[in-house]
Structures are given as structure tokens and as C-alpha cells.
């Protein structure tokens, strides 16, 4: 590797400023992010519940964060009597007079004068990790996080676990620390910001660790490949013989921007103290452990753990080649809990996927015989991903798409499906938008057909109904997706809620 200086990164000091959680009680402890996205409410809810006073502070106003501020005065459980905030603004008396802060993952800590004023600092994953004994599988990489994570939480349900998901997807582990015990499995999905504010603690032990596929990310917030890895290793510092690691075996093209000539997984691999698996796109070498693709068996995922050879992935609901390697490095995990591979097969091919995201919900089929799968692929607001949606299946889907646009450049959409390889759709339908508007002139100059722009999910619903009932064979596959490639205001509150309406309305019409 070439030589590059790498800042020091910010060590906290060892163990939790809290012993026990009791320790909490009249602590006056600031909240800084209390956020939409439910971290600072939940770590504000743990801690009036264990009997601080809380400070929570965010530089957005009261009108922004007005849903958290609600959602928190209606709790009927909490003493709001010790709950106090400082919006649209930061103060350093805050800081400097607070026993503790909970810091949210997106600041940082260099620079950061409150920070820095601050006598302790903990996150709700360090609270979390402290006072737990939950046994954790922690989940970390550049892509895949979310769908991996999601994979082994069914899996661990499906197979009769009190399992628990939580971290970066959204979920803090404080809203259920209660529930856990040695035996509740928690899975963390873990982001590098997340792992760095757990540096020094000695306070992350997973049972497994699990690293996706590293690609160059968040390098305006990290500047150096390297810091960003750095962060990452994390996950298996505080592992030990007794554990285990899922590591990538293939390789990384250009994987530090050229400054390494092998992959990441096999400096990780290097690195841990724990027992490692590794996970591959093609058969691992003998002697190595871990899953691979089987491309003479429809590429069925293949384990070799303690010597024994067996299929463990067979057929998905969800489609792509990149959502099957998260979901085998998942049947790894299950098998590793002594779920039998037979099982995990039925199992994790009954996954539906991540909510919002290629995520399968419904089937209909047709006055023809044909079987139509829906899909829900709300979360895709930007061009580059409805193209991703509509190669994903390998034959040619029925699109619904369009929205209102961003500023972004639409081409990339058009040009996919305009590749002499590519699956052409059977059908495009479009949504009103501002989006829409830039799209069709991009799609008629490609000349690629489209099926009309509607008013309403209503509308486009009902005359795809009819257009899929006046067909009068049956292909093999037909699959219909909603994948807006962008953004949902004017018609719908979010991404979120246009992705629920269009399953409640799938689930109605057809």
C-alpha cells in the first residue's frame, strides 16, 4: 500500500460513563440530533424512563422536528417535566454543564467545539452495547448492509429466535434493550460513522461480524479510502477465537483507489482474531470455508462449514445476483446459529426483501393463466436505481415509474433500457410529474414505447388491469415493479407513504 497519512482518529475512553442504568438517575444529560429518523428520540426516551433530565438540542427549528417533539409530549409513559430542548441552536453551557451527551453518528467529533466541551460522550449503540447481554451479529460494509441485516432477522425469526434488529437501519436498540437477554440474538447494522464512535470502548464483542462488499463511500466526510476502512475494521477489533467473521474472497477492483493490489477481505481476514468464512461469487478453493454460487445448479448458494458440503440457497422471492450474495451471507449466519441448511433453504425463499426496495408484496393472477408478481420499489428516487429495477429480474417487467424531479440527470434511465442487451420492458406506465416530463422526450428519442401518463396510482392501476386481462397468452414470468426513479412530493408525503399506497391500492385492485 502507498504511504498515506491517515489523522488520528478520536479514542473514547474505555467502558460507559454509566455503570448500571440506574446510574442514570437525575443525570442531566444533553441529547445532540434529536432528528425525524428516531435515534435521539429513542436515546430521549430510554433515559427519562431511567430518570435523567434531558436536554434535547438540534440546530433544526421546532416546525421541523415538530413530528418527534409530538410523538414525545403524547407518550403518557414519559415525565416530560424532565424533558427540555434548545432548537435551532447549540450552546456551549449545555455542553460544558452536561454529565453525559449522546452524540448522533452524523456529527463529528474533530472539530466540534460542544463536542470537545463535553465531560462524556456515548451514542445510544454504546448504551446499548454496555447493558445488553444480548449475543450481537454485527453487520457493517459499503453496500448491502440493509438487506443482509434484514435476510438474517427473518431467518432468525423464522427459525424460532427472540431475534432483534437495530442500528443504522433506522431502528435504535434502545427501544427494545429490554426484551434482550443472553439468549435474544441482536443484529446490528452498523455504519462506519457508528463503529468510529465506538473506538476505545471495548464495548462491541460480536458473536459474528459480518462485512459487505467495500467500494469507495462517504469520502467527502472521510477524505482518505483508508480512514473509511479504518473505521470499518472496527467490527472485528473487539472479537475473539471464540467468534466469528464473514469476510469477502473476491476481489476489488482499483479497492483503495489503486493504492492496494488484493482485497480488502483478505487484510481483514488477516487482521481479526476471530474464525473466518468467506463469501464469493464463485466456488471457494478446498480448505476454505464459507458460500459461493453454484452457477450449474441456477446458482444455488453452497456452504462448506466444519468440513461439510451442502446447499444452503435455493430459489428468492427478491430479484438480482447482488441481492442473492446478502441473502447467502445470511444463510451463513443461520447455519453458524445450527439452523439445519435444508431448513434455511425453505426459509430465506420466503423473504420478501426490504421494504420499499424491490420489495415483493403481492400476486395476482390474470383471467389467462398468467401469474403477476408486484413489486414495490418506492425507495428508488433516483434514475440510476428504476434502471437497476428494471434489469434485476432477468426478463423483461412491466415498469411503473415517474415522480417529480430533483435536478438530477435523467438519461441514465432511458440509456439502460436502450442497451442492445438489456431487458426491454413489456409495459411502462408513468405517474404525473415533473420528472415524467423529462423522461418521455428521453424515452421517445431512444425509441423505446411507453403505455401513457396517469393522473393517479388509481388511473394507471386500473388500466393496467385491463391491459394484462386482454392478453391472451401466458408468458413465463411477468413481474410488475414500481420504480419511480424519482422523488415523491406533490402526490405523496414521501417515498414511504407513495410506497404504501401503491401496495394497498395493488392489493385492492387486483
Known sequence: MADEKVPVAHTYPAGCVFDKISDIKDKHVVVMGLGLNGGGEASVRFLLKAGAYVLATDMKSEEDLRPTIDSLANDSELDTSRLSYRLGEHKIEDFENADCVIKNPGIKYDGNKFLAASKAIETDISLFLHFSKAPIIAVTGSKGKSSTVSAIYYGLKEAGFDAYLGGNITVSPLTFIEKTNEKTPVILELSSWQLADLRGRNALKPKISVITKIIPDHQNFY????????????????????????????DDPAADGGTLIENWGNIFARETKAKVLRYSRRPLPKGVEGVWFDKKKKYAGMCRFGGKEEMILG???????????NVLNAALVLKIFGVDAKKIVKILGTWSGIEHRLEFFHEWESPCGEKVRFYNDSAATVPEAAAHATQSFGFPVTLVTGGTDKGLDLSPFPDAIAKESAFKPRGIYFLEGSATDKLLPLFSERHIETNGVFKNLDELLEQLKSDLCAKTAADEKCAVVFSPGSTSFGMFKNEFDRGNQFKEKVRAIF
Open 223 to 250: 477524505h482518505s479510502m483508508v480512514a473509511y476502512v479504518n473505521d470499518k475494521k472496527l467490527i472485528y477489533e473487539g472479537q475473539t477465537k471464540k467468534d466469528w467473521a464473514i469476510l469477502d474472497f473476491d
Open 315 to 325: 430459489d428468492l422471492l427478491v430479484p438480482g445476483h447482488h441481492m442473492r450474495i
